[in-house]
């Protein structure tokens, strides 16, 4: 036997009840590498177990995390989650049913033919995958989303669904209520509910926190329903939450296989056998291709279409969780992976040449899927088909990184049926909890993400006091520093600056610009 196949024996892991298999041999770690990294691994598995016992993993905001429970309600800490989750996905069930069926039916028409979906972060990357990897012409309603606060995204959506906004649910999501572009698309979204003559509460839906801005404004508006988001799941782990499941459950998805799916792989990645844990080799292999620092990035592959919006989700995922800049002491440590990746074999015309011949600063990780299509497939050659021509590909690009030094690993399921979907979610939530662990950070924490809020708050305040300075004298040109010493805040000229040139290139904002020689001396006033 070569030595390339005993070592894709010796490290090949094989989970044949989840339909999944994990090669690491195109990794470089040596023999020694797991017994060094053994205490570790036990470390990180104890604390797992502490995690899906209830313990508080978010201390600053004195939260547990409990996304593993969405799978199976008997883990949860006491029977009161328990029953919430069991009562909740029962909810979801009854009411896609029921929407399907036509008994609850928008005003004057028949049935639901399409459902709008607004979230932001995991409140959309996680339905907008499942909604990518699962759909298809047989569709019960076909999904839609608002998953940013840009206003062209907005209205290319709603041209899109054009007149069948009649006919189309809204879901809007937000564990708050309060996250502002959420909000904003809900109004865009009332807003072109109003001017079509349509009554928006009866179209309308909310997935959000008991006692929110969002579930009073749906109590109060009449809604057609509400479903829970708990303060013990992370919007980027939330997609086997009501979160997911509702979008998936409207579009005819289903959603026990995922949730089955999502529950074996958790039991296989409980697995205290560090070799036989499909989710600990993840993150031991994370931690040996990047020294538990980070030095390389992570590109995912997947060849399969449907997987195309993979990698989008494994970003927030991974990067949200794991770029900290603290440890679990204190100490400065910034920590992080980033992840980018494409699709197979559109990869192999756009950057595999640089993966095989740039700068070696990377792990590539495959993903493939070995039923190609449910059916009978074309030959395009005599015993050739279009998947045998994928398969290849992924195949030979394999060994064209391993042939200059480049280092990957492989993950292959069966199928991407409900199941197989839901494994690839649990089998990454669980590597990254691991991952964070073992590297002593705390992976359901975001305190970056709050800071950029913040800042923008404090932007839109400033845009605020400049639009008032302006309006003091109407008709009067300023330059960008003349405004920000009279808004009070002349240390913040470029940015009144880039706010001024942003509302004169929108005429509906009553701001003109005269262009200065050199554009930062332009000169502005309100109309």
């Not at 029921?98 to 990357?125: D, K, M, N």
């Not at 390389?296 to 970003?315: A, E, G, I, N, T």
């Amino acid at each position: 036997m070569s030595s390339n196949w005993e070592r894709y024996q010796k490290y090949l892991c094989d989970c044949p009840k989840a339909g999944l298999l994990i090669d690491i041999s195109g990794m470089g770690f040596g023999d020694g590498f797991f017994a060094a990294m053994e205490p570790a691994a036990q470390a990180a598995f104890s604390a797992m177990a502490a995690l899906e016992g209830g313990a508080i993993a978010n201390p600053d905001e004195n939260r547990m995390v409990g996304h593993y429970w969405l799978r199976n309600p008997a883990l949860a800490p006491d029977s009161g989650i328990s029953a919430e989750i069991e009562f909740s996905v029962r909810a979801i069930k009854e009411f896609s049913a029921a929407i399907h069926s036509g008994e609850i039916a928008p005003p004057a028409r028949r049935v639901f033919t399409r459902v709008l979906v607004i979230g932001i972060g995991g409140s959309a990357l996680g339905p907008q995958f499942v909604a990518d990897a699962l759909g298809g012409s047989s569709d019960r309603l076909k999904p839609y989303f608002f998953d940013n606060t840009d206003p062209d995204g907005i209205d290319k959506v709603l041209a899109e669904i054009g007149p069948g906004l009649a006919e189309t649910l809204v879901v809007v999501i937000s564990k708050s209520g309060g996250t502002k572009e959420t909000r904003n698309g809900m109004l865009e979204a009332q807003a072109a509910f109003k001017a079509a003559g349509l009554d928006f509460p009866k179209q309308a839906v909310a997935v959000t926190g008991a006692g929110s801005e969002l579930d009073k404004a749906a109590v109060a508006g009449g809604w057609l329903a509400r479903f829970p988001m708990w303060d013990w799941v992370g919007g980027r782990t939330s997609v086997t939450s009501a979160v997911g499941l509702l979008p998936a459950a409207l579009q005819g998805i289903d959603i026990d296989a995922l949730l089955k799916g999502a529950q074996v792989c958790d039991e296989l990645t409980r697995r205290g056998e560090t070799r036989n844990n499909p989710a600990a080799l993840l993150a031991l292999m994370w931690h040996y291709a990047t020294n538990g620092r980070g030095e390389k990035d992570m590109v995912v592959l997947p060849y399969k279409d449907r997987l195309l919006l993979f990698s989008r989700y494994l970003q927030q995922l991974i990067m949200e969780s794991i770029g900290k800049e603290l440890d679990l002491n204190g100490s400065v440590v910034n920590q992080g992976i980033s992840v980018y990746g494409n699709k197979g074999s559109t990869d192999q015309h756009a950057y595999v040449q640089q993966l095989r011949e740039g700068v070696n600063n990377f792990f590539v990780t495959f993903i493939e899927v070995l039923r190609d299509r449910e059916g009978k497939s074309l030959e395009v050659e005599p015993g050739v088909t279009s998947g045998d021509y994928l398969a290849g590909f992924l195949q030979g690009t394999r060994k064209a990184l391993a042939g200059n030094g480049r280092e990957s690993l492989t993950i292959t399921i069966e199928r991407l049926d409900a199941a197989g979907v839901g494994t690839l979610i649990a089998l990454y939530e669980r590597a990254v909890g691991l991952y964070a662990f073992i590297v002593g950070i705390n992976a359901y924490h975001q305190p970056g993400v709050e800071a950029g809020k913040k800042a923008a708050t404090a932007v839109l305040a400033l845009q605020e006091r400049v639009m008032t300075a302006l309006h003091s004298q109407p008709g009067v040109h300023h330059t960008a520093q003349e405004i920000a010493e009279a808004a009070g805040e002349p240390g913040e000229t470029e940015t009144v600056f880039r706010i001024l040139f942003r509302l004169a290139m929108n005429p509906d904002r009553g701001v003109q610009m005269e262009r200065g020689a050199n554009i930062s001396l332009s000169r502005f006033k309100c109309t």
